[in-house]
């Protein structure tokens, strides 16, 4: 009588691999990405021993390897393990590939895409490749199958996916890509395809308008879509209205949102706002936006269009007016706040020379504060905040350990120019003084947006390297693509003034700086200090005089008493000097010194006072506001 043993093992029955597999869709609804991981392995593990051990062929029971591996590269893909997710990806488009195919060279489709779930693979493959770092074999992938065989034709176009079978998604990620590739042409191409499927997707067209599309194929293409969408109504009403009258009740059916034949008056204006700010036409941009709010008053993504093309016009009071009012509208809106960030940083500067307020630096750190716990700083408009408020601080260590923390993010690196400007600031002559590597930084956000900010930074870290040539150079296009920017005139000049021959073309450059700009106070000093040097004094006194009509600033008014006083009216001169002191911290000792000067001047003589002494109180009001460049030594 035979025995059974107890160690004996019955056959292992099939498991159902189908239920594992729709288990593990429903938690990868649920996020529950390592479950999902799990459970997938199993069910692989499961199909391939029916496969190639108990030769099962039930169909009911088992999920095809294809669709497992691609739900595990999804898995892994969520989890952030990019170089797995594709070695998973490949696995599944390699079972997808009959065998011994072959692609004529007529058809530019990939023979194995058959339907929008292939295009979707392989967009997923190429996504993975992007994550991992690759960005030139994920284009590749995104544009042509994998060959199977080394004679498989290489497809080198996105037609490599069949155009029925793209969707926005991938058109709108194959054009980051081609931008980030600086493939301008085709990365406008599919931008293009992209705005045409979605005319409201405002972040498209923001980014469409940096590729300077002419703003009359974007109304056409909003226009085709409006007309496209109606008729779509007309047809579903007509066939709703139908089955009504037949009996059927017209709730079974979808009702089409209306929706006008034209597109509406405000897309119109923001299309045309964005290309003429782009094009530099900010006096344009600024009558479409300002149009814009009056249709939607107090909607910070328009006042942030708006503040921005004022920064760009270089009216910068209303640009901070409008900032502040994002701030007291909705704290936790960090959308491009950095640049809100470098303006403050800019204002600190000159309050910190004695051209700007000395409270802007608390703005700036109240900004910083609220944007880091709006995002849990993890924004880089955050991140680049802080490290703007750290240079005004100058603690340039904590800066830089900011600004590193903002270039790392992914969607930095290739995009956020203000994060480049940041670090070209703090590698700066006002700050690390390493302008060679600043000036690769001010180079590179330059690419990614032409942007004043980014040209005076170039200019500026060339002239600290000695590279005056270069520096007229980017001087000159910067002048060539803003006309009308006062502070690129005034940059203009600043560059010519450093050599001899070129004084008089920095005149030049100052006075039309201040016919578009008359508050411009850098130029109206740069403009009185030239005119002065070369003795022409009574020029001088007409710019100082001209500029105190805007704003009565101390440094506008030693420079007037020079002028005056070179020309022998010292008791105007005093008078100058006078008010400077009583807007300074230095009135006691200025009031004092030139009290003295009256009254040597009257106990002694009419004779006028010693100019050294004129010279000693401006040399005091000078230096209490923090700058010796325009003492009288100098001039």
Request: hydrophobic share 40%; net charge neutral; aromatic share 8%.
């Amino acid at each position: 009588m035979a025995t059974t043993s107890p160690y004996a093992v019955s056959l292992p029955q099939q498991v159902n691999t189908t239920h594992l597999y729709q288990e593990a869709k429903r938690l990868f609804q649920s996020k529950l990405y390592r479950s999902v991981e799990s459970l997938t392995l199993l069910c692989i593990s499961a199909s391939s021993k029916a496969e190639t051990t108990l030769r099962v062929k039930s169909a009911s029971a088992t999920v095809p390897l294809v669709d497992l591996y691609e739900l595990l590269g999804d898995a892994i893909f969520h989890q952030q393990y990019f170089k797995r997710a594709i070695s998973y990806y490949r696995l599944a488009v390699q079972h997808k590939h009959p065998v011994g195919i072959k692609i004529s060279s007529s058809n530019r489709h990939s023979s194995w895409i058959i339907n929008p779930a292939d295009g979707q693979l392989q967009f997923k493959l190429a996504r993975s490749l992007y994550e991992s770092g690759d960005m030139a074999q994920a284009i590749v992938e995104i544009e042509s199958i994998p060959p199977s065989f080394v004679d498989l034709e290489i497809l080198t176009t996105l037609e490599s996916i069949p155009p029925s079978f793209v969707d926005l998604e991938i058109l709108t990620t194959l054009g980051q890509w081609y931008k980030q590739a600086n493939r301008a042409a085709d990365s406008l191409r599919v931008y293009k395809q992209a705005y045409a499927l979605a005319p409201y997707a405002i972040e498209l067209l923001e980014i469409i308008a940096t590729l300077k599309v002419d703003e009359a194929e974007l109304t056409k293409a909003v226009k085709e879509y409006h007309s496209s969408r109606f008729q779509e109504h007309l047809v579903t009403s007509s066939q709703t209205t139908a089955d009504s009258a037949s009996g059927i009740s017209a709730s079974t059916f979808f009702q089409a949102p209306t929706i006008a034949a034209s597109p509406p008056e405000w897309l119109t204006h923001l299309i045309q706002g964005l290309s003429c700010h782009h094009r530099l036409e900010s006096e344009k941009a600024l009558d479409h936006f300002q149009r814009l709010l009056a249709l939607f008053p107090k909607n910070v993504f328009v006042m942030r269009l708006t503040a921005h093309a004022w920064s760009f016009h270089e009216i910068e009071d209303q640009a901070m007016s409008l900032y502040k009012q994002i701030q007291r509208i909705d704290k936790l809106y960090s959308t491009e706040m950095d640049r809100y960030a470098a303006l403050l940083y800019r204002r600190c500067l000159q309050s910190s020379s004695g051209t700007g307020n000395a409270r802007e630096d608390e703005v700036l750190q109240r900004l910083a504060t609220e944007l880091m716990d709006a995002t849990q700083a993890s924004s880089p408009e955050a991140l680049v905040s802080v490290a703007y408020f750290c240079l005004v601080r100058k603690e340039y260590e904590a800066a830089a350990s900011f600004v590193e923390r903002a270039l790392s993010l992914p969607q930095v690196h290739q995009q956020h120019a203000e994060a480049w400007r940041c670090r070209g600031h703090l590698r700066g002559p006002t700050a690390l003084n390493t302008p060679s590597a600043a000036l690769v930084d001010f180079l590179h956000a330059n690419a990614m947006e032409k942007d004043l900010a980014s040209f005076v930074g170039i200019v500026e870290t060339n002239m600290a390297m000695g590279k005056f040539r270069d520096a007229a150079t980017a001087a000159k296009e910067m002048v060539l693509l803003y006309p009308k920017s006062a502070r690129a005139l005034y940059t203009l000049g600043t560059v010519m003034a450093k050599s001899p021959q070129g004084v008089r073309e920095s005149i030049k450059a100052y006075s039309k700086a201040l016919r578009l700009h008359p508050r411009l106070l850098d130029a109206t000093l740069a403009l009185c200090t030239t005119y002065l040097s070369l003795g022409h004094h009574p020029e001088a006194e007409a710019c100082a005089t001209q500029a105190l009509k805007y704003e009565t600033h101390p440094r506008v008014l030693i420079l007037l008493a020079k002028a005056l006083s070179n020309q022998s009216k010292h008791k105007e001169a005093l008078d100058q000097l006078r008010m400077c002191c009583s807007l300074t911290a230095a009135c006691a000792e200025g009031n004092s010194l030139a009290d003295t000067m009256t009254t040597t001047r009257s106990a002694s003589s009419p004779a006028p006072p010693p100019v050294a002494a004129t010279a000693a109180a401006s040399r005091l009001v000078s230096s209490r506001l923090g700058d010796s460049r325009i003492s009288v030594e100098q001039s």
